[in-house]
């Protein structure tokens, strides 16, 4: 089956922006979606379709793809978007479901 | 908005079957949706174990499917996961989540805040 590959990790300063990508053969065909992940606490939904948010997710939050790559961007990064991200999409081999292995983002 | 609470037994001794239910709120599992489950194994990533929608339709990862079983009672409004045969292996953070299925998607847009089952004799 398919795979989404993530970057373990990625650090952003404090306001300034940092892109995160999710890549895997699925992204060709179907949507990237988005969850944060704080220590502690359950997912929540960041973005997902083409570039929706749902209600409550800050619109420093945008979601893009091109390809087998899906992105998500933090424009002006705050100290409380330090957190886990994953990207999960339909599986090619459908009607499978594909999680990333996630990335940590540190705000300096 | 959905709410989605976890319940089950924290301890599962190897080679027995973990049983898990999920008690939805403030909507009724009957007038459709989609609903997951996801575990987590401590200190990784998040895997998929299977969806289920209000018809008992069932979507499986490949890698579970021989031991997985999901269910929904709508007359309770609860869904249940059923994993047989557990290890250590098993050990993790259970979530279960509202999902949306679209040609094109298959996302978890509400979770529960998780169980934590460990397997251990």
């Known amino acids: 089956s398919s795979e989404l590959t993530q970057d373990p990790t990625v650090s952003v300063a404090l306001g300034q922006t940092v892109r995160i990508t999710c890549q895997g053969d699925?992204?060709?065909?179907?949507?990237a979606s988005w969850y944060q992940q704080k220590p502690g606490q359950a997912p929540v939904l960041v973005i997902y379709g083409e570039n929706i948010r749902p209600s409550g997710i800050p619109d420093r939050f945008s979601g893009s793809s091109s390809g087998n790559t899906a992105s998500l961007t933090i424009t002006g990064a705050q100290a409380e978007d330090e957190a886990d991200y994953y990207c999960?999409?339909?599986?090619?081999?459908?009607?499978?479901?594909?999680f990333g292995g996630g990335t940590k983002v540190t705000v300096l | 908005q959905v709410q989605l609470q976890e319940s089950g037994p924290g301890l599962v001794k190897p080679s027995e079957t973990l049983s898990l239910t999920c008690a939805v709120s403030d909507y009724s599992i009957s007038r459709g949706y989609y609903w997951g489950w996801i575990r987590q194994p401590p200190g990784k990533g998040l895997e998929w174990i299977g969806s289920i929608n209000h018809s008992g339709r069932t979507y499986y990862s490949p890698s579970l499917k021989s031991r997985v079983t999901i269910s929904v009672d709508t007359s309770n409004n609860q869904l249940s996961l059923r994993l047989s045969s557990v290890t250590a292996a098993d050990t993790a953070i259970y979530y279960c989540a509202s999902t949306t299925v679209t040609t094109i998607l298959h996302y978890f847009d509400y979770w529960g805040q998780g169980t934590l089952v460990t397997v251990s004799s």
């Open positions: 699925s992204l060709r065909s179907y949507y």
């Open positions: 999960n999409s339909r599986d090619s081999n459908d009607p499978h479901v594909l």
